[in-house]
Each structure stands twice: as C-alpha cells, then as structure tokens.
C-alpha cells in the first residue's frame, strides 16, 4: 500500500514555503535601507515590521504545520482509498463466485426437484399430501389411476367422502396415530369411480415445518385389492379344505358302520344257517334278515356309485312307458316290510288321487322308484310311531308325490342342510340314526336331471312332509298296478344250452342254481380258451352268458371269437362296472344284452326270455 503525497502536493509546498522565505528576507533588509530616517520614525517602522514579520513567520509556520497535517491527512485518505478499492476488488471476486455457486446451486435444485418429480410420477404406489385440515394438496398419477378419477374430479370430494361406512373412523385413528407415533399404517376401502371398492394399504407419515410445526402427513397408498382376494379365496379354499376333511372324516365313520352292520347281520346269519339245530322256521328268517342287509349293503354301495356317476356327469336319464301304480306299489310294498322289520307301530296309507290321468308315462322307471324308497326309507327311519302317508296325483302337467310323516321333525335352521351330501340333522358318532346322508342329495340332483324339484316342510317333534314333481308325459293305455309281468312260474327250456363263463366258482354256482329249475342246460367254465374250444366242440350250445374280466382275455375278445364260431348266438354280458362305459363296451363287443352284478334272479329269467330260442 503507497503512502505520502502526491507530485502536485508536493510543488504546492514548495512555492509557499518560498513565498514565505522571501517576504520573511525582505522585510529584514529594511531597516538597514532607512538609516536615513530619524530614530523614532525608524524604531516605529522597525516594531511594525517585527511585528508584520513576527505574523508571516507564525503564518508561514501555521501554514506549514497545516500543510503538514493536511499532506499526512491526505496520505492516510489516499491510503484508506487504495484499502477501499482493494476491499471492493475482493468484494467483487466474492460476489462473483457467490454468485456462481448460486447458479451452480439453483441448477442441482432444479435437477433434484425435477428428479424427485420424475421419481414421484413414476412411482406406482399413490403418493399424496394432506394439510393439518386433511384437504389433499398434491398427489401423483397413481393416486388418481388407483381410484380411476383425474385430478379435477378427484378435487370434488374428501377422503371421507369415498370411504367404505366400514372404516369411517379412518381420520381420527390415522390423526391419533401420527400424533402419537408420527407414523401410522393401515388398510382402508376406498370407492372406485365406477362404484366398487378398493383395498388400499395406507402409511401415513407426519410432516412438519422448519420450527417443528405439524404441516400436514404424506401418504403412501397401495393398490391390494387381488391380494385381499387371493386372501380372501385361499380363505375359502382352505374352510372348504377343512369342511372337506371333516366330511371325508364323518364319510369313512359312517360308511364303515352302514357297511359293516348289515354285512355283520349277512355273515352272521349265513354262519347260523349252516348250524345243525336250525328249523326251517329259523332259516326262512335267517334268509330274509340277510337278504334284507343285502339289499341295505347294496343300497349303500349303489348310492356312492351314484354319487360319484351324478358329479361327473356321467349319470343319464332314460325315459321308458312305467306304470306309476306298478312303480308305487313296490315302494309301498318294500316300505311295509320295513316297517314289520322296525317293530314300529306305525301305519303306512297309500292314497291315489290320479282321478282320470292316464297311469302310464315316459320316465325314467329306476331312479322314480329309488327316490320314493328313499324317502319312504326316511319316514320310517324317523318316525317312532304315528302314521306314514304316500300321495301322489296329476297336476298341471305334472305328477306330484308327497310323503307326510309324524315323526321327530326337521329344526327350520337345518332343512337346507339336509339336501347336502353326508348331511343329517345329527352328525357325528353319536348320532341316533344310522344312514350315510346321500338319500336327499341323490334325490334333489336327479330331479333336477329330470325337470322336476323337491320340496319340504316340517315341525320339529310334530312331522315333515316330502313334497316332489315330476314332468308329466303320457304314454300309452293305462294298466292296473301290480307287479310287472315277469315269469315266476316253472320255466321248461329244455331247448336250451346255456355256456356260463366265469372266473368266479361263487358265482358259477349261483347262477346255475337261479337256472337248475328253468329246464336249461348248463355248461361252465372259467377260461377263455375253454369257452371257444367247447363252444367249436358242442354245436348244442345255444347262448352264453359272458363275464367281461375273464382273466388272460378280455370279454370283448372273446365275444368277438364266439361270433366267429356261431355268429347268431345270444350272448348275454354280465358285468361289475354300473357306469354306462361298462355296458356300452358290452353291447359294442357284440353282446346282445347286459346285466349288472349282482345278478338278480328276475332280471337274469326276464333277459333270458327276451330271447327266442330254436331248437
């Protein structure tokens, strides 16, 4: 930094300094000039011009010692000016570079909120912001898509306008919770713009401003509503899982006892019938017991197998011409003998009430019977003593039967119930009555197979009544009930020689005994290779009757190669499978006819007679 004064300064002083010499000389050379004068005119001229030399010298010092002072005080100004310009140049170089990191700044804030803007919109979770008021501020695409609104509808309503009435407490919890935890997470149901609800997965997190105000929370909400579904179906699968496994579990108990209690009484009573000290009275009781539990075994087996036919499909309806009073007369006729067998004093009445409709129809004959054996079953299963009403009649194109008991009753929480397959009013071990549960399940899913619907109505301790239709198609001239015409009488067909092959020698021997007294000659054997080398050795033989699992050769096989030695043959198939593949691979193999195991006597003479035989 340069100090003193300047060049102009400086000539300055030395012209005053020299003016102040001169006159300061001057005026001490004059009393030497004026020795001429007289002494008082020269000691006055001397004191004037002491005193004049006296002022200039204190002028001139004055003004020296102000010229002094004014040269340092500009030296110090000058100074002070050259510390002020270097001050100003630093200043300067500072503003710059504050003003460069300023740019520098403003431009990674602008980069920062446009990413942070770009990073919000691309989010696929709604992010929105609430004021301390709850009013939605901002929000980004997502939050709006999530509900299906834009941004100008969604400004016409609140949160707690699209809130499901279930979480209306939605505010006050969520401000509770970001009050005390500054935090807070829950699932809400928001209203859909087209009216449904939608599962959201809200955290909520609390804002507050630089002197540590609540301003308001930002939201992060997530669209769950296929997660609350799939929840929802895995729910549902897994009760149904369990309520599967509960049924398979009352499944497996009941049908071990409804299996083994009438096998029980089958075996029990075939081993006393071979006891020496049976009378002929104890055996024809021995063989009805048994050939009741039989037909209950049966029963059992046919309605699992009917069960298992109906759920896939598989079950068809066949329509032929039944007599209704044939068809009624045997389930009246076999739920009388149930009721001599309970020991129950109950009274069975059959009332007719067709008036002049024709008694014969198109309908499906089997399962007509089985669904009023099933519930006439019931009825008398149910009821401990009373009376047991059958009624059925023609009613605008329908045929309606109804079955009224006065027995225990259904509670009205469990009639639909009943309708389920495995269902009864009482589960479990301890349950009074003995069945599967399947009779009503069967019964509800053929009728509706068959156009027709059933109904109940009952009184707990005072009754139930049974109520189904049926479509009613005519056919033919009415008959009088009874029995159907088969022949029960001494057959005497002495023409024909019959080939009975069967692996199975209970079998064989049953049905030789059917047939020992119908005058047909019995050939058996249990080979396939057999069968065709008698059949080529003994042209007698007239018909065959046809196990279709003949071990070493398939029953189609061998119908096949019996066709090659006697193309006209009747050949009669008998077979386990109750499916309707079982048959039809029967009657595709060349069988003439097919009868299902076991073999019943009536239905094994029936298809025998259907056959014409030439000697």
């Not at 509503?225 to 699968?237: C, V, Y």
């Not at 079950?315 to 007599?323: A, R």
């Not at 070493?552 to 077979?575: F, H, S, W, Y």
Request: charged share 25%.
């Amino acid at each position: 930094m340069r100090l003193g004064i300047s060049t102009g300064q400086k000539k300055f002083i030395e012209v005053v300094w020299g003016a102040f010499v001169l006159t300061l000389f001057f005026f001490l050379s004059l009393p030497a000039s004026a020795a001429v004068t007289d002494n008082s005119s020269v000691q006055n001229s001397n004191q004037g011009s002491l005193v004049i030399a006296v002022v200039i010298i204190i002028a001139g010092i004055a003004t020296g010692f102000l010229l002094y002072r004014y040269t340092k005080t500009r030296g110090r100004l000058t100074a002070k000016e050259e510390e002020l310009k270097e001050a100003n140049r630093e200043l300067s170089e500072l503003r710059n570079k504050i003003a460069g990191e300023h740019n520098i700044i403003t431009h990674d804030l602008t980069a920062t909120e446009r990413f942070h803007s770009k990073l919000i919109e691309a989010a696929n979770d709604g992010i929105s912001f609430y004021d301390r008021n709850n009013k939605l501020i901002l929000a980004n695409d997502a939050f709006y898509s999530v509900l299906g609104y834009t941004k100008d509808e969604m400004s016409r309503y609140t949160a707690v306008e699209l809130l499901h009435p279930d979480y209306a407490n939605f505010e006050s919890e969520n401000a509770e919770n970001l009050k005390r935890d500054g935090i807070s997470q829950v699932e809400i149901m928001l209203q859909h713009k087209e009216g449904h609800y939608v599962y959201l997965s809200a955290k909520s997190v609390l804002v507050r401003d630089e002197k540590d105000v609540p301003m308001g929370f930002l939201m992060i909400s997530r669209d769950i509503t296929e997660q609350k579904r799939a929840e929802q179906e895995l729910r549902t699968a897994k009760e149904m899982a369990e309520a599967s496994n509960r049924i398979k579990s009352s499944f497996l108990a009941n049908i071990s006892h409804e299996v083994r209690t009438p096998l029980n009484s089958v075996v029990g009573f075939s081993n006393l019938l071979m006891m020496d000290d049976v009378s002929d009275e104890q055996k024809a009781e021995y063989v009805d017991l048994i050939n009741a539990n039989s037909e209950k075994l049966l029963q059992v087996i046919g309605d699992i197998i009917d069960l298992s036919r109906l759920e896939s499909s598989q079950l068809e309806i066949s329509y032929d011409e039944t007599s209704i009073g044939a068809i009624v007369a045997e389930a009246i006729s076999e739920a009388k003998c149930n009721i001599l067998r309970s020991e129950k004093p109950i009274t069975l009445t059959l009332m007719n009430q067709m008036g002049d409709a024709s008694d014969l129809i198109f309908t499906d004959k089997t399962w007509l019977k089985r669904i009023l054996r099933h519930l006439l079953d019931n009825a008398v299963k149910f009821t401990l003593e009373g009376e047991i009403t059958l009624t059925y009649f023609y009613d605008n194109k329908e045929l309606v039967f109804s079955i009224r008991d006065t027995g225990i009753g259904i509670n009205k929480a469990n009639i639909e119930r009943i309708f389920e397959e495995f269902n009864q009013e009482v589960t479990g071990h301890h349950r009074p009555f003995e069945g599967l549960g399947l009779g009503l399940s069967l019964a509800k899913q053929v009728l509706d197979r068959m156009g027709g619907r059933i109904n109940v109505y009952s009184e707990k301790g005072v009754g139930s009544v049974f109520t189904f239709t049926i479509p009613y198609r005519q056919a033919g001239v009415s008959k009088p009930a009874g029995k159907a015409d088969i022949r029960q009488n001494r057959l005497t067909w002495n023409k024909i020689k019959c080939l009975i092959i069967d692996d199975n020698k209970d079998v064989l021997i049953y049905i030789t005994r059917i047939l020992v007294d119908s005058g047909i000659q019995i050939v058996t054997t249990s080979s396939g290779e057999e069968a065709i080398r008698l059949m080529k050795n003994d042209p007698g033989i007239n018909m065959v009757l046809l196990d279709m699992q003949i071990p070493g050769m398939k029953g189609a096989d061998l119908a096949a190669e019996i066709r090659k030695v006697k193309r006209n043959i009747p050949i009669i198939a008998q077979t386990a499978f109750v499916f309707e593949e079982g048959n039809n691979e029967a009657l595709k193999a060349g069988c003439d006819a097919c009868l299902v195991k076991p073999i019943r006597r009536d239905n094994l003479i029936s298809v025998i007679s259907s056959f014409t035989i030439t000697a």
